[in-house]
């Protein structure tokens, strides 16, 4: 006699959460936030220009920072110098667009008359990206301090617009970044 109330109430619970299930499926479209999300770190993969060293990293986290790195912020339009194989720089027309992976993110590109020069953020002899902690990363990203020349602020570096980015995002761009194959730094970087 006893089961019989529990099974009743497990299954008014089932009820429940189906329903609960068919409405935010109604209200949230076709796809959920996990598809999207699914979708973004395949996509990652996909556009990844070098290999990428998944050993003791999350892979999840390394698609989704190469989906951001790769096809939001344009990390290699400043931190790799050239950033595309010539004849093949998309900004040129030219086809099939192909980043310079021999010199991917490893620093070199000149601003302000030669002034500023972007710096290697791949990883160090320490696997650190730029040789930055994670917390050094994220406090970099959103202060926009230069964590070598403090209080001084990064210019040209467009942190001001990722300043905002979830710690999640900065979560999934640090772990791609330490994926990625270590570079020495291009001539004239900034140690």
Known sequence: MKLRPLLLLSLAACAFLVVLN?????????????????????????VA???LSLRHKDPNLVGLGSYIVNTRISCNDCHTNPPWVPGH????????AEINAAAYLAGGNKFAGGLIVSRNITPDSHGLPAGLTF?????????GIDPDDPPNLLQIMPWPYFRTMSDHDLAAVYEYLRAIPSLPSAAGTPP
Request: glycine fraction near 12%; proline fraction near 9%.
């Open 89 to 96: 720089n998309p900004h040129l027309g030219q086809k099939p």
């Open 22 to 46: 068919d409405r935010s499926s109604a209200q949230g479209g076709a796809a959920t936030a996990g598809d999207d999300e699914a979708a973004r770190i395949r996509i990652g993969f996909q």
């Open 135 to 143: 917390a050094q990363f994220v406090r970099t990203l959103r202060t």
């Open 49 to 51: 220009p070098v290999p």
